[in-house]
């Protein structure tokens, strides 16, 4: 454990200052893309595949957020720690839009992950990350795609680590640095609006406490057609998803 947290140590001072000049990066320098063979390779396929023969959207989803790390990690580019251990962590902060265009994916097709980064602050990354696969004529069409928040942090998780400028070269490359810098502004207004930081109105306030009188005086006789929701309860435990293992 002492061993660990000295190497995290020195890592440190490998993490970029306010006056060190990361060297600006495109989005092709984040571009990544892999195959996930379910067409060739049975074991990877039963990872995917529900009992109905249906692919598991939510699995594809946890691959898309692992894949987004990875192109953060792609992203960045300190010049102070080329040939040594990143002195980065990176972690999901949230998804920000799922997009699913098809869900009847075909379980018998491979599929295929890319993406890249479309916005960055100076800790903060956008990634795009769509997943594909081929129609019936071979062309790959999309079937969901999403977009992931991701935050650069320092080795011992203390702070923030500022992370290279992203820079559009074609006019596509800048429509996505448009889009993504319209989402920030509409996270930062509801980051404003959350209730932590801001209270209700007076609007607010009179229709919370309207809402509570009428659910106070609701009468403890029910009409013959209705059910209290306490009478409908149900508590059990079925594994739905079985994670099978091959060694």
């Not at 080329?82 to 009847?104: E, L, R, W």
């Amino acid at each position: 454990m002492k061993e660990t947290l000295k190497r995290k140590e020195a890592l440190m001072k490998l993490l970029p200052t306010d006056n060190d000049n990361l060297p600006p990066r495109t989005m092709k320098d984040s571009f990544v893309t892999a195959i996930i063979p379910l067409k060739s390779n049975l074991m990877v396929r039963e990872r995917y595949v529900n009992p109905d023969g249906n692919l598991r959207i939510g699995r594809f989803l946890e691959e898309m957020d692992f894949f987004s790390v990875y192109c953060c990690f792609k992203h960045i580019l300190n010049p102070k720690s080329v040939g040594h251990q990143s002195p980065y962590s990176v972690v999901t902060a949230f998804v920000d839009n799922i997009y699913i265009t098809n869900d009847k994916m075909k379980n018998y097709e491979d599929v295929r992950l890319s993406g890249h980064l479309t916005y960055t602050g100076a800790s903060s990354m956008e990634v795009c990350i769509v997943a594909d696969q081929k129609d019936c004529r071979g062309v790959y069409q999309k079937c969901i795609e999403a977009i992931f928040l991701l935050v650069a942090r320092d080795a011992m998780n203390r702070g923030s680590a500022r992370i290279n400028p992203l820079v559009a070269e074609t006019p596509e490359e800048q429509e996505f640095l448009t889009k993504g810098k319209t989402r920030q502004q509409v996270r930062k207004i509801g980051e404003e609006e959350n209730i932590v930081k801001k209270p209700p109105t007076e609007e607010e306030r009179k229709i919370i406490h309207d809402r509570f009188i009428e659910k106070s005086n609701i009468s403890e006789t029910l009409p013959l057609s209705t059910t209290k929701m306490s009478d409908s309860v149900l508590k059990t435990v079925f594994i739905c998803q079985p994670q099978v293992y091959f060694i």
